[in-house]
């Protein structure tokens, strides 16, 4: 079955970057779409970023566009979410997550079959 493994979190200043990484087995990564999500203490799981099956196409929520940027490596099967300019309000535990048999990543996360374990970040302010 398939497993994802995030790595990458940490604690950053305001201001900092991380990259998130997310390590995918137990099927071909290239038939799922891949997504990421956060969820900050006492709140619930948002969606963050998704890129499509191919790579070349992604959708990100408002609060993160020009600052987070995922990509995919279909060789390495594995997908990033690049972080810059973090705010404190970006601390949460961010999630990947994967959706066969679509080309294109979603919004919700009922569309997604698989999720990792998480990756705790945190921005000091």
């Known amino acids: 079955q398939v497993q994802l493994v995030e790595s990458g979190g940490g604690l950053v200043q305001a201001g900092g970057s991380l990259r998130l990484s997310c390590a995918f087995s137990?099927?071909?990564?290239?038939?799922?779409?891949m997504g990421w999500f956060r969820q900050a203490p006492g709140k619930e799981r948002e969606f963050v970023a998704a890129?499509?099956?191919?790579?070349?196409?992604?959708i990100y929520a408002e609060s993160v566009k020009g600052r987070f940027t995922i990509s995919r490596d279909n060789v390495k099967n594995t997908v990033y979410l690049q972080m810059i300019s973090l705010r404190s309000e970006d601390t949460a535990v961010y999630y990947c997550?994967?959706?066969?048999?679509?080309?294109?990543?979603?919004?919700?996360?009922?569309?997604?079959?698989?999720w990792g374990q998480g990756t705790q970040v945190t921005v000091s302010s």
């Open positions: 997550a994967a959706r066969r048999n679509y080309w294109n990543g979603a919004y919700s996360e009922d569309e997604y079959d698989v």
């Open positions: 137990g099927r071909t990564f290239s038939s799922y779409a």
């Open positions: 890129v499509t099956r191919g790579g070349g196409n992604t």
